[in-house]
């Protein structure tokens, strides 16, 4: 059984610029979430995907989008970054209706 | 809105003690509380889930409570040992069910000490 695993692991951008992070989700698993963590705090829920649409949305702005596959792999998008978007993005898996989700390592983004 | 608190940013605690942690919850009644532990730079890894007409769960060194009167779960870790040090995590379902994702408290980062 493969664990769930997120491209790339690092990444540093610059204010404005657009930036794609990717997520494979653990075998068996049909949904996804995405979460922020900035550095000393829990991670917020940014939003989920099932059937290749979004399912339920947190308190981000537009800015942040979505994509699932059909393979249930997903990536967040985010456009016009800002410094404030430096975190770490954690992706989350699990199987519809279920109660627990499992998580990715990450990707660091540093916004310059 | 839906609230969960920890109680202590950092904890320290003598190894072969029982470490306590503790999360509060407010605004809400959860279905369900989980624990995640957390190290740095890495994803939260789940450890325990307990459901609100459950009082105590147990998974080796660990036992979660839930008191739905004061609104509060405990985590315990028994026998604690220096490789048990992390950042532990208290979550719940938001109000709206799966739709709203997970809420986490800010974490408690717990240090044994040998």
């Known amino acids: 059984e493969t664990g769930v695993t997120q491209s790339p692991t690092h990444l540093i951008k610059t204010r404005g610029q657009q930036v794609t992070l990717r997520c494979s989700s653990q075998s068996g698993h049909n949904t996804v979430s995405w979460y922020q963590q900035a550095l000393g705090q829990g991670p917020q829920f940014i939003f989920q995907?099932?059937?290749?649409?979004?399912?339920g949305r947190g308190n981000f702005p537009p800015r942040f989008s979505g994509l699932q596959f059909p393979n249930y792999s997903s990536e967040l998008n985010v456009n016009a970054l800002e410094l404030d978007d430096s975190a770490l993005y954690l992706c989350a898996s699990s199987l519809f209706g279920t109660d627990t989700q499992y998580f990715g390592p990450g990707t660091r983004l540093t916004v310059l | 809105s839906q609230k969960i608190e920890q109680n202590s940013e950092a904890l320290n605690i003598q190894e072969g003690k029982t470490a306590t942690l503790t999360c509060n919850y407010t605004n809400y009644s959860p279905a369900y509380l989980q624990w995640y532990r957390q190290d740095p730079g890495r994803g939260p890894v789940f450890l325990l889930l307990i459901r609100e007409n459950e009082k105590e769960k147990r998974k080796e060194r660990l036992k979660v409570t839930f008191d739905t009167t004061l609104k509060q779960s405990l985590f315990h870790i028994t026998a604690s040992q220096p490789a048990d040090s992390a950042t532990y995590l208290c979550a719940s379902l938001g109000a709206g069910g799966g739709a709203d994702g997970l809420t986490f408290g800010k974490g408690t980062h717990l240090i044994i000490q040998p």
């Open positions: 995907y099932y059937r290749e649409e979004e399912n």
